[in-house]
């Protein structure tokens, strides 16, 4: 992940933190081996522990990036006018860009960085190429995730970060000359290690915290460590506030310590962070086709189709709506699903009839089977021509995120059999009053499983 003297780099890190009125545990050591980095405790460490202290002066944060560009404002102005939610990232990887952090980052320690920020720039990781946003064009990889979830992420990554590279071009004119991959691989540190912090005590930006971004993402019991930032307090004069890094519970010696990223889906930390975990969250996406509404639609098929709508929240009219369904996504899909099928019935809400909910069910296990049949399998992806060590992590990561999707997929049409078996004994051909307490026992069975799945995949 990053040069042999990764040692020297971070040693070089955390002097120039102290020599600026940082603090960092004794206890903490950043530690790197077979290409994974980070922090652990060579000694046991009790609740409540300061971590890591770093004053506002050491942080980048949006406002340093908006008054330091030539082109800070009216960067600023245009991106949040196009790309609002990406326009405090990219006045980060503008900074960046300024001050030749790619350049720094493979610079012999010590050599070719100018910037105050340079030993920050110097411990950076260089090799992001597993990346998706870092694939060649026509690379096998991009096949391999075809239909997926995973492949919609990535084609959205890839065009927004084309269209935030023009975004800049444009703006920084003669300020600035950027070259595609140096805006890569900036843009990529930026959204694997900002942070959103209220620096100017009310509204939050985006800001990166050197040091603290050395701590990987984990969760559950993994989590030990919380953070926030602190506005200054008068016995900290001269300090207009810090950031502040805390253990929650006690770490045992050995133990590395994890922050968290937020509660990300597996192939959203893919993308945003080139990683899965191994217990992480899965999901999928499915395209429902919408009801069709028009002056020859009956009063119900009309019905179905504003409820469809008002459902998906959207604004009507397109052919198909890709719905992102996660464990408990299920319970979303199957509300529009009734509003897709309904056409002769109502289109209601809850499954009130056998029929409609028969229907909405078909479709749901229909959709999830089509997903599965659509899917590379993971081992599949691994069997593919992996020549080089970046092409070998991309491949397990890629397979991980697939095997996952297919099984999600496969869970639901568990789901969906279930479901179906009771409605079937509901709609079984009735006669006599028997049959017809029968019916109705099993959509009551129907009713009870449905809640229990309710309350079960959460
Ligand atoms: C904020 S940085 C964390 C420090 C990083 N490991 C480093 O050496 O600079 C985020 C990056 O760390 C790696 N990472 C974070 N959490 C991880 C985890 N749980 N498993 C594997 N890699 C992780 C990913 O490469 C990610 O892009």
């Not at 994974?36 to 409540?48: C, I, K, Q, S, W």
């Not at 949040?80 to 006045?91: D, I, N, T, V, Y």
């Not at 959103?196 to 800001?207: A, E, K, N, T, Y």
Request: aromatic content about 8%; charged content about 20%; glycine content about 8%.
């Amino acid at each position: 992940m990053s040069s042999a003297d990764g040692p020297a780099r971070i040693a070089a890190l955390e002097t120039w933190i102290r020599e600026h009125g940082g603090r960092i545990c004794e206890a903490a050591s950043v530690v790197e081996a077979d290409g994974y980095r980070g922090v652990f405790a060579h000694e046991g460490l009790p609740a409540d522990t300061d971590f890591c202290r770093i004053p506002l002066k050491l942080l980048i944060t949006e406002s340093l990036a908006e008054a330091s560009l030539p082109f800070g404002p009216e960067l600023r102005m245009a991106a949040e006018q196009l790309m609002p939610s990406a326009a405090g990232l990219l006045l980060l990887t503008a900074l960046l860009l300024q001050d030749s952090a790619p350049q720094a980052a493979k610079a012999p320690l010590g050599t070719g960085a100018q910037s105050f920020f340079a030993p920050y720039y110097q411990a950076l990781p260089v090799e992001v190429q597993h990346m998706p946003a870092f694939w060649p064009a026509e690379h096998w990889l991009h096949a391999s995730l075809r239909g997926s979830h995973l492949e919609r992420l990535v084609k959205a990554r890839r065009h927004s970060l084309g269209l935030e590279f023009s975004l800049l071009q444009s703006q920084a004119g003669k300020h600035l000359s950027v070259e595609w991959e140096d805006f890569l691989w900036c843009r990529c540190m930026v959204s694997s290690r900002a942070y959103s912090l209220p620096v100017d005590g009310s509204s939050h930006q985006r800001c990166l915290v050197p040091w603290a971004d050395l701590l990987n993402h984990g969760q559950g019991d993994h989590l030990l460590a919380r953070y926030g930032f602190q506005s200054a307090r008068d016995e900290d004069e001269g300090c207009p506030g810090h950031f502040l890094m805390r253990i929650t519970r006690p770490v045992a010696e050995g133990q590395e310590v994890f922050q968290t990223y937020g509660d990300k889906t597996n192939p959203t930390l893919f993308v945003d962070y080139g990683f899965c975990l191994q217990q992480g969250r899965s999901i999928t996406s499915v395209n429902v086709i919408p009801p069709t509404c028009d002056e020859h639609s009956t009063a119900v098929e009309r019905e179905a189709h504003a409820k469809f709508w008002q459902l998906a929240g959207g604004r009507p009219g397109r052919r198909t709506l890709t719905v992102e369904v996660d464990e408990s996504g299920w319970r979303r899909l199957l509300p529009l699903l009734r509003a897709a099928n309904a056409g002769e019935g109502a289109a209601c809400e809850g499954p009130c009839d056998v029929r409609l909910e028969t229907l909405a069910w078909a479709a749901f296990r229909k959709l999830c089977q089509e997903g599965v049949m659509r899917l590379t399998s993971g081992e599949d992806v691994l069997r593919s021509q992996q020549p080089s060590a970046w092409e070998i992590l991309a491949a397990e990561t890629c397979a991980q995120a697939l095997q996952e999707e297919i099984a999600l997929l496969r869970f639901f049409m568990s789901l969906g059999d279930r479901a179906l078996c009771c409605l079937e004994g509901s709609t079984a051909p009735s006669s006599p009053e028997e049959s017809r307490l029968s019916q109705e026992a099993s959509f009551s069975e129907y009713l009870t499983q449905l809640e229990q799945l309710r309350s079960t995949t959460t």
